[in-house]
């Protein structure tokens, strides 16, 4: 068995091995890039690597700009003119309508009366009755409640049941 001194010697070897072989492979391949690129005429940037860093930072902008904007606006809020793209989270304006279509921005001027569709909704909401049937309130009022278990006795339960002595 070898000893551990031994095996890190012998893994800087075979690392200095592969760092010599790599660098003959990348050679080889610097080589037939450098043929293939002469052949076809290629410039740096038809390949992306021109303009000595722009490439690089002119792609990450596109990638950036691409992330923020998550399209064209859906929605419009005809009050305060704000629009919103349908994606993420909704704002306050709209979250609570029931109905998305009146605040389609490509909606006919027929169906783009949002204003009035939550007001109705809030209309139809105190219309209804706010007290409940006194037979039901009395059942639930008069129903008898579980008894609660205490930490303690949750302990003891475990403990009973695991086989532990309470002392």
């Keep these: 068995m070898k000893s551990y ?3 890190r010697a012998q893994i800087a070897k075979l690392e200095q091995q592969a760092e010599t072989i790599r660098r003959t492979e990348v050679k080889a391949v610097i080589a037939q890039l450098k043929k293939t690129i002469s ?16 490439a690089k930072a002119v792609r990450g902008a596109r990638k950036t700009a691409a ?4 399209g064209a606006p859906k929605y419009r809020d005809p009050k305060s003119g704000q629009t919103w793209t349908g994606r993420g989270r909704p704002p306050a304006w709209i979250a609570t309508a029931k109905d998305r279509n009146a605040f389609l921005i490509d909606a006919p001027a027929a169906e783009a009366a949002p204003a009035a569709a939550p007001k109705r909704a809030k209309a139809a909401k105190a219309a209804k009755p ?4 006194a037979a039901k309130r009395a059942t639930r009022k008069t129903a ?3 008894p609660r278990k205490t930490r303690a006795a949750k302990t ?3 403990q009973i049941e695991s086989g532990v002595a309470m002392e």
């Design 156 to 158: 003891a339960a475990v």
């Design 5 to 7: 001194k031994a095996l």
């Design 144 to 146: 008898a409640k579980r």
């Design 39 to 54: 052949q076809y005429g290629l410039t740096a940037e038809e390949l992306g690597l021109g303009g000595g860093g722009k």
């Design 67 to 70: 992330r923020r904007s998550a």
């Design 130 to 133: 706010a007290a409940k049937p």
